[in-house]
């Protein structure tokens, strides 16, 4: 019996000891293949309290969410004061990684946070946005504009040596889902072959890195056949369907705001539909990465959320809601109109009845 049972515990742990990974066109995490629901937190490795992050993680973990999205960059072109978390600082005259108190070590404890909850995450290493640097910083630090950010050598060689610095922290993290390149990479007017070039060699230097962990690209999957409309179009630099053959991206990601992209909130299903059918077509799995609107969260959301779930067996593999609200010892986490708030009604609609329906599959 002792010997079974110590058997049994041994594949248990050699089970859960598994990275996530691609099932298809769906995801395995922890031994399970199926849907899974989940959400963004872009603050959470900015938090500067324990407690905090553990009470997010708590409330992630027991609303039956399962990937958590979060940002794992925070760069600075001038030391900001101390207390104020920053990741990395971008100059022409050395740039330097922060491992500090109020640097990394602030996402180590959110993947030590996960790790015990097994909440798994998405880890971003740039934005296409300033918030909290961005390509922007770079440009500042490095010159040239956004749409050269992709093939400026100092900018990636920066970019490159702190991807590594991250994933070589994490690369043995239970808590670690994927690993993504950017938070939405834009390229106005540039040739899709720009992103798809930049994105190649990025995953190929990551695949280098860490052979097993999944990797994306945090798109917001602009650029497919279905219609004609702006986010069907390649105006901002990204061909979803040529990313999505990219050998070292595991899966494909997408985004849906219909307000800032000037498109009816009933496109929702078809946006999903087309993905699916794109991602079933090269045998990758879809993820829906971030969706959100500004007001009727239940009403809005709740249909993109069953038409993703209808499409579980079609291409789609998991969705997160944008974006995840708490009540922390600093007060109420940032409402940036999207914010859906544990233990809200949003949240009994837009996670409660879509973990339900999730496992009544
Ligand atoms: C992949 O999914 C199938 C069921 O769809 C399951 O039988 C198989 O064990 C899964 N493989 C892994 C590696 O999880
Ligand atoms: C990860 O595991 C490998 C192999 O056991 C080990 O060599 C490496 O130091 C570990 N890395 C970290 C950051 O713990
Ligand atoms: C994000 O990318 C787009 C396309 O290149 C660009 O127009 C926009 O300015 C970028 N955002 C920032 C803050 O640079
Ligand atoms: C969070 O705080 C807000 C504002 O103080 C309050 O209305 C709400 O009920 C709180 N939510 C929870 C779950 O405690």
Not at 205 to 221: A, K
């Amino acid at each position: 019996m002792k010997s079974l049972f110590t058997l049994a515990l041994g594949l248990l742990s050699l089970v859960s000891a598994a990275p996530p990974t691609v099932n298809g066109t769906r995801f395995s995490i922890d031994g399970k293949t199926g849907y899974f629901a989940g959400t963004n937190s872009y603050w959470i490795g900015f938090l500067t309290k324990n407690r905090d992050v553990d009470t997010v993680l708590d409330h992630i973990s027991s609303s039956g969410l399962k990937i958590l999205r979060i940002w794992g960059f925070n760069d600075v072109t001038r030391k900001p004061a101390s207390g104020t978390v920053w990741y990395q600082l971008l100059s022409s005259s050395g740039s330097q990684i922060n491992t500090g108190a109020d640097g990394l070590q602030r996402l180590d404890y959110v993947v030590q946070s996960a790790e015990k909850r097994g909440v798994k995450l998405i880890i971003n290493f740039v934005n296409n946005w300033s918030d909290y640097g961005g390509m922007p910083a770079y440009v500042t630090a490095f010159g040239g504009s956004q749409e050269s950010w992709y093939t400026n050598s100092r900018a990636q060689a920066q970019y490159k040596a702190y991807i590594a610095a991250v994933v070589n922290r994490y690369i043995n993290s239970s808590a670690v889902f994927a690993w993504e390149l950017a938070n939405e990479p834009r390229c106005k007017g540039c040739s899709t072959d720009v992103i798809y070039k930049w994105a190649t060699d990025i995953s190929a230097y990551i695949r280098s890195l860490d052979c097993n962990h999944m990797i994306t690209l945090g798109d917001e999957g602009f650029g497919l056949p279905g219609a004609t409309s702006y986010p069907y179009q390649t105006s901002e630099g990204v061909d979803f369907v040529k990313n999505l053959a990219i050998k070292n991206l595991d899966f494909g990601t997408f985004h849906f705001y219909p307000q800032s992209w000037g498109v009816g909130n009933a496109v929702g299903a078809a946006w999903i539909k087309d993905h699916a059918s794109a991602c079933k077509k090269a045998g990758k799995p879809c993820l829906f990465e971030e969706y959100g609107t500004s007001t009727d969260h239940c009403t809005i959301e709740r249909p993109w959320q069953q038409a993703s779930l209808q499409a579980a067996t079609e291409g789609m593999a998991a969705d997160l809601f944008w974006q995840w609200g708490d009540n922390l010892s600093t007060g109420q986490t940032h409402n940036d109109g999207n914010t859906i708030y544990y233990g809200s009604a949003d949240a009994t609609c837009l996670i409660t009845e879509h973990v339900r329906a999730i496992n009544s599959l």
